[in-house]
Nanobody, 115 residues
Framework: QVQLVESGGGLVQAGGSLRLSCAASGSIFGINAMAWYRQAPGKQREWVATATSGGTTNYADSMKGRFTISRDNAKATVYLQMNSLKPEDTAVYYC?????????WGKGTQVTVSS
């Protein structure tokens, strides 16, 4: 089993920045991709960015240039640096970790961007 705990969310004004963290624990050997998703009220969960254990990163088009995903494999932690935040970025942000054919999710951290 893999446990994921997100942190770093909060309330920020538009144009501000936040850095989210997601720490994995438990059976972390063999985790490949770690990713961030978000879910705004009344909307479906959407993919934000992915970082593989090999260092490859990918972003949803709407996040490119503002969000940066990074990963510390030694700490089994993935980060999401979010800059130039907009009110439409308000959502619960979740991380997940892929290990083989299994996918693990954290419980999420709330990000609220005020206008």
């Amino acid at each position: 089993q893999v446990q994921l705990v997100e942190s770093g969310g909060g309330l920020v004004q538009a144009g501000g920045s936040l850095r989210l963290s997601c720490a994995a624990s438990g059976s972390i050997f063999g985790i490949n991709a770690m990713a961030w998703y978000r879910q705004a009220p009344g909307k479906q969960r959407e993919w934000v960015a992915t970082a593989t254990s090999g260092g490859t990163t990918n972003y949803a088009d709407s996040m490119k240039g503002r969000f940066t995903i990074s990963r510390d494999n030694a700490k089994a932690t993935v980060y999401l640096q979010m800059n130039s935040l907009k009110p439409e970025d308000t959502a619960v942000y979740y991380c997940n970790a892929a290990k083989g054919y299994l996918l693990y999710w954290g419980k999420g951290t709330q990000v609220t961007v005020s206008s």
